[in-house]
Every structure is written in structure tokens, then in C-alpha cells.
Nanobody, 124 residues
Framework: QDQLVESGGGLVQAGGSLRLSCAAS????????MGWFRQVPGAEREFVAA????????YYADSVKGRFTISRDNVKNTVYLQMNSLKAEDTAVYYC?????????????????WGQGTQVTVSS
């Protein structure tokens, strides 16, 4: 049974940084693209970033490009999201997810396993 556990969220001032981690278990970690999404109350869950199975290809939403970096460690079965130059509009619950449809890396419907989420709050 798949399990994804996020950590690293918290409260940070605008301009600051946080690094999220997501520890995976269950299906072989290195076989799958992994993604990060975020959601605020009343809104759809939106794509943030994704990384392919070996980490050599990454994808980003325009809103985070140049500020966030996704990476993975296939030995530790962990995917990371380094978030720099944080803005108030980055405030959300952040979820990691395991992709099951590689061509749909930026759609929530391309993912079949989700973590419980970690809250990120950026104060302005």
C-alpha cells in the first residue's frame, strides 16, 4: 500500500525559504514521476512542480518558475521542494503525489496516490 508523508511546512516571512520533503513507501519509488500540488480553501488543487523518475527532467508552474526547485533522492525514496523568495500568494496546503499518467504530469487527474498535505503560510 502506497504511503506519502510530507513534512517541512510552516510559517515564514515573505522573501524567506522553506524546504518540503515527501517520504514515499509502497510501490517502487524510482519507477514514477512525482509531483507537488497546492490548494487553498475554495479553490482547485493546482500543479506546482513535477520531476521524472530519475530526476533529470523537471516541470514547473509559471507562478513558481525560478523560485522553486523540485528534486528527488531515489535511495532515500524522498522528493523535495525547495521554495525560495516566498510570497504571500504561495500560502496553501502543499501535497506530494505519485504520477500514474506520465503525459499528465501537470494535472491532478494524472496522480493516483497523495500525501496528507503540509501547511505553508507566508506572512507579508
Amino acid at each position: 500500500q502506497d504511503q506519502l508523508v510530507e513534512s517541512g511546512g510552516g510559517l515564514v516571512q515573505a522573501g524567506g525559504s522553506l524546504r518540503l520533503s515527501c517520504a514515499a513507501s509502497g510501490r517502487p519509488f524510482s519507477a514514477y514521476t512525482m509531483g507537488w500540488f497546492r490548494q487553498v480553501p475554495g479553490a482547485e488543487r493546482e500543479f506546482v512542480a513535477a520531476v521524472n523518475w530519475n530526476g533529470d527532467t523537471t516541470y514547473y508552474a509559471d507562478s513558481v518558475k525560478g523560485r522553486f526547485t523540485i528534486s528527488r533522492d531515489n535511495v532515500k525514496n524522498t522528493v523535495y521542494l525547495q521554495m525560495n523568495s516566498l510570497k504571500a500568494e504561495d500560502t496553501a496546503v502543499y501535497y506530494c503525489a505519485r504520477n500514474s499518467r506520465p503525459r499528465s504530469y501537470d494535472s491532478r487527474w494524472g496522480y493516483d496516490s497523495w500525501g496528507q498535505g503540509t501547511q505553508v503560510t507566508v506572512s507579508s
